[in-house]
């Protein structure tokens, strides 16, 4: 517990200098390493795509997503980069005949696409009008319901949410990770309208909450089951006390997209 105290207390401020002080292409750097070190642990960690030409392919590709974040957005690029991925991978299959499984293509696509894409959120969140001011939201939604689910679980935790996948989980830290986003993110709109005069809208900070809560247990279930799959504790060691970045950002795979896909129907601030 004190290394997982350490390095929060070392790696949480770090990331808010480069998510509220740096350029939004820092973010995207950011969420690039993050990709690609992602991409080795669901390949390699696991076992389940151990190939050094899928991980040579899909690690770049891991980059080259959450770059394009950076830089507007515009399609046809990405459309030309994921064509071009997509014909290296058919023929690294080709050309190992039956050794190479379909599924295990689909898995390198999952991490060098999909995985990017979902935390590259992060990014285009900062683009947003007013996205200085939005991009804690995903940090807030996740991090207040792991709090919120923890301490609620320890506890009040009686029934079990899902006990072959995630025995510590129960519906009463579920409960408790709602409540606990949803009161951060009045919070948080307290502070926007106190400190910096915004407009804000706090009926959409409850909607934030609870649909925040309830993807961020999706998100953390969804890569447990993974690991029980697979046979792994963690994805990896690079944060000592929290396994690898699937293991830290496991629910901001899930929040991040979902924050920015509320802030474009339901916009927090008025304006």
């Known amino acids: 517990m004190k290394t997982r105290i350490i390095v929060a207390s070392v790696g949480l401020p770090l990331l ?3 998510l509220l002080a740096l350029p939004p292409v820092a973010t ?3 969420v690039g390493a993050m990709s690609v070190i992602a991409v080795y642990e669901l390949l390699y960690q696991t076992g389940l795509a151990r190939n050094l030409y899928l991980l040579v392919l899909s690690a770049p590709m891991a980059l080259a997503v959450s770059l394009w974040s950076c830089g507007g957005g515009e399609w046809k690029p990405a459309l030309v980069g994921i064509w071009i991925y997509l014909i290296a991978l058919a023929a690294v299959m080709l050309a190992a005949h039956t050794a190479l499984k379909f599924e295990t293509i689909c ?3 999952f991490a060098g696409i ?3 894409l979902l935390l590259s959120s992060l990014t285009r969140i900062l683009f947003l009008d007013y996205g200085r001011f939005y991009i804690l939201i995903p940090l807030v939604l996740a991090f207040s319901s792991d709090s919120g689910a923890y301490f609620a679980g320890c506890y009040l935790g009686k029934h079990k949410l899902a006990p072959v996948v995630s025995p510590k989980k ?3 830290g579920v409960a408790g990770g709602a409540a ?3 009161v951060m993110m009045l919070v ?3 502070v926007l309208d106190l400190a910096f005069s915004l407009e804000v809208r706090f009926g959409a900070a409850i909607l934030y909450g609870l649909l925040g809560s309830a993807v961020s247990v999706v998100g953390d279930l969804f890569f447990s089951v993974i690991k029980r799959q697979t046979g792994i504790k963690d994805f990896g060691f690079l944060l000592p006390g929290h396994g690898g970045i699937l293991d830290r950002f496991d629910s901001m795979t899930f929040v991040a997209p979902l924050a ?3 802030l474009l129907l339901v916009p927090l601030i008025v304006g």
């Open 16 to 18: 808010l200098v480069v």
């Open 188 to 190: 948080y709109c307290l």
């Open 260 to 262: 920015e896909s509320l």
């Open 114 to 116: 999909v995985i990017p």
């Open 28 to 30: 995207g750097i950011l």
């Open 170 to 172: 129960t519906w009463e």
């Open 180 to 182: 606990a986003a949803v």
């Open 107 to 109: 898995i390198s696509m």
